[in-house]
């Protein structure tokens, strides 16, 4: 561009002085932005005018993190997260997309409740996000109807959900055969399906057993989910799934076997993938008491060993992505008595601490930043089919960024999160590093901990005809 179109041609936003991460490496550059997408990357002379310009003073300019195991709800179950608060809590956290898991009241089991739940989140996200399908051995006819509709993905269980948790019915499987016909269906889209793989005969066995010897607390927990109960279900997952042409995503691996499985089973070749989430990197099961109730997860928190695990896998690239699973009950369905440990919903509010406690983890020189976008922004992206429309700071792509300041330090405090849920597991800890402006196609969001965009302005996101690929 010569310097008389620059003088022709005005952007909407140019960000100024930054530091420019991908995969690849750091670049010292400013950014132009058109229409919200990306127009321009270079010297900051060498830009088009701009009706709008941030200066970010050198810190770093990353692709906007997609968090893509979110459980809002919204529907149903607003007591516990809405779509305002949710997506400000992710606009708070530097995520710029999020997809959103099928639980809710009812569950995304059917094209009305699909259809119901994406107007809920069209008239009140901040952010942008997708939609995830809920598919089991009772639904399996409208698999097709749901890739129609624009679902980004799908959701199984490989358990019996209780009959408590109404948000979670309908979607999963009762036997092999159900879960081999599922992943020839699911495979045909070639839309990826997201499987919690833990073992149902197991759990239910041991928690029986367990409540009868009069075990109870954290200790319960976590010995009535042993990593046998992954172990075994991810060995079947990836079995079954060979030959079908499925692509099959575990979340939430929190355990070292199931992780070698995953790696094994990706060097052969199987579409294989798997994410982890923070609390499984950073807790241990010796946590759970100094937590409390908020340290119920399923999977449970580990052992310190899973935990190196869990790291060594990101950074050789058997986990491919670091999710929230950001899941807020209310204070009543957490409980207050760790004695009833099989009574207390598992899950925490987490969408807004993930980037964090992540840029913490960069500090500490337990991850790179490069690797950290590849985690958190490129491979989502790819794998959800969305890339590089999102995930990619490049010419053509959306305008999702998150300002970083990677020296900035600050406390988790409870009272000062955006979900409507004011709890974390992380409540209290110190951190270095922090998400200062999120920007969506364009428009800034968030700045320095301030939420400046309007709701509804979220887009609603499906993939791309060819699904990209890790």
């Given amino acids: ?26 670049l010292g550059a400013s950014i132009s932005v058109k229409n919200g997408k990306i ?17 970010v003073h050198r810190n770093f300019i990353l692709p906007g993190v997609i968090d893509t195991h979110v459980h809002i709800e919204g529907m149903g179950c607003s007591e516990r997260e809405d779509f305002s608060t949710g997506s400000k809590a992710a606009a708070s956290g530097g995520v710029t997309t999020y997809l959103e898991m099928p639980q809710s009241i009812p569950p995304v089991t059917t094209i009305t409740a699909f259809e119901k739940k994406l107007q809920l989140m069209k008239a009140n996200s901040f952010v942008d996000f997708g939609l995830y399908a809920g598919v089991g051995s009772t639904n399996l006819d409208v698999i097709d109807d749901f890739v129609k509709q624009g679902a980004i993905a799908f959701k199984t269980f490989m358990m019996v959900p209780a009959s408590s948790e109404k948000d979670s019915q309908g979607f999963n499987v009762t036997d ?8 020839k269906q699911v495979g045909k889209t070639r839309l990826v399906l997201n499987i919690h793989a833990e073992n149902d005969g197991i759990i239910k066995y041991l928690i029986k057993k367990l409540k009868r010897e009069g075990v109870k607390g954290p200790r319960a927990h976590t010995l009535s989910r042993p990593p046998i109960a992954e172990v075994e279900a991810v060995s079947r997952a990836i079995m079954l799934a060979r030959g079908t042409g499925a692509r099959i995503h575990i979340v939430h691996i929190s355990s070292k076997e199931a992780i070698e499985l995953v790696r094994q089973a990706k060097l052969s070749g199987q579409q294989v993938t798997t994410e982890v989430c923070p609390h499984h990197l950073l807790m241990t099961a010796e946590d759970f008491n100094r937590i409390g109730i908020l340290g119920k997860y399923d999977p449970p928190l580990r052992s310190a060993g899973d935990l190196e695990a869990c790291w060594n896998a990101i950074n050789d690239g058997t986990i491919s992505s670091v999710v929230s699973d950001h ?3 209310t204070r009543e369905e957490k409980g207050i008595d760790l004695e009833n440990i099989f009574d207390i919903a598992s899950g925490a509010p987490g969408i807004e601490t993930l980037l964090p406690v992540m840029l913490t983890q960069v500090n500490s020189e337990r991850i790179t930043l490069e690797k950290l976008v590849e985690v958190t922004s490129v491979n989502p992206a790819k794998l959800f089919g969305i890339y590089p429309r999102k995930g990619a700071i490049e010419i053509g792509s959306d305008a999702d960024f998150v300002i970083v300041d990677l020296q900035r330090a600050g406390e988790i405090r409870e009272e000062n999160l955006y979900t409507k849920q004011r709890m974390s597991v992380f409540n209290g800890w110190k951190i270095k590093g922090m998400p200062i402006a999120t920007i969506v ?3 800034i969001v968030m700045n320095e901990g301030e939420i400046v965009g309007e709701r509804g302005y979220g887009r609603f996101i499906c993939r791309d005809e060819k699904v990209g690929h890790e």
């Fill in 1 to 26: 561009m010569n310097s008389e179109s620059r003088k022709e041609v005005s952007a909407d936003l140019n960000i100024m002085n930054g530091q420019v991460v991908t995969e690849h490496g750091v």
């Fill in 327 to 329: 899941a807020p009950y």
């Fill in 441 to 443: 196609r364009g428009e």
């Fill in 176 to 183: 092999d055969g159900s879960l081999i016909e599922l992943f």
């Fill in 39 to 55: 127009w321009a990357i270079g010297e900051r002379s060498s830009l088009p005018r701009a009706k709008d310009e941030l200066d």
